[in-house]
């Protein structure tokens, strides 16, 4: 697969080259461990909780910063991906356009400290998370719903290097 993955930081940060990778490997990660055949192209940025108070205030009405927000294109069934994405391809780009997400690096740092793993392990998981909302999953409740959400998030990342719990 040829994923197109547009990453872009709104903050300055020595982290960038670490960040960006492990972003670009969980989106894949996630894309791989959900079966998904088609290339897609995947919009990321990384802010800080200034940047994603403001976003969630103007997409959610929601008025304080949070960690993660995702932006899904379409309502795909959660581990069903299609067999035929055909439909879903950009006639211009031949690219399956999954959706947006807005990652607050002040936020994952300190969840890190708060949960005491790394940041990397952090901001890793905030993505694979992010990713399955792209992909049709959700936690609307907190029962079966979450629970499948937080079993995939925890496969995906136990295929990752690098994303253990410390």
Not at 13 to 33: M, N
Not at 70 to 81: D, K
Request: glycine content about 6%; overall charge negative.
């Amino acid at each position: 697969m040829s994923h197109k993955i547009n990453l872009t930081f709104d903050i300055f940060s020595f982290q960038q080259p670490i960040v960006t990778g492990i972003i670009k490997k969980c989106i894949q990660a996630t894309l791989d461990a959900e079966g998904v055949t088609a290339d897609c192209e995947i919009n990321v940025l990384v802010t800080n909780d200034k940047g994603i108070h403001a976003i969630n205030l103007a997409s959610r009405q929601i008025d304080r910063p949070t960690d993660v927000l995702s932006f899904p294109m379409f309502q795909l069934e959660p581990g069903n991906p299609p067999e035929d994405w055909e439909e879903y391809l950009d006639f211009e780009t031949d690219l399956c356009p999954l959706g947006d997400m807005c990652i607050s690096l002040e936020r994952a740092q300190a969840q890190a400290r708060e949960f005491g793993h790394s940041a990397r392990r952090e901001v890793g998981y905030l993505t694979i998370h992010s990713m399955l909302h792209l992909l049709g999953y959700d936690h609307l409740d907190e029962g079966p719903m979450k629970a499948q959400m937080r079993a995939r998030e925890e496969a995906i990342a136990a295929t990752i290097p690098g994303m253990s719990r410390k």
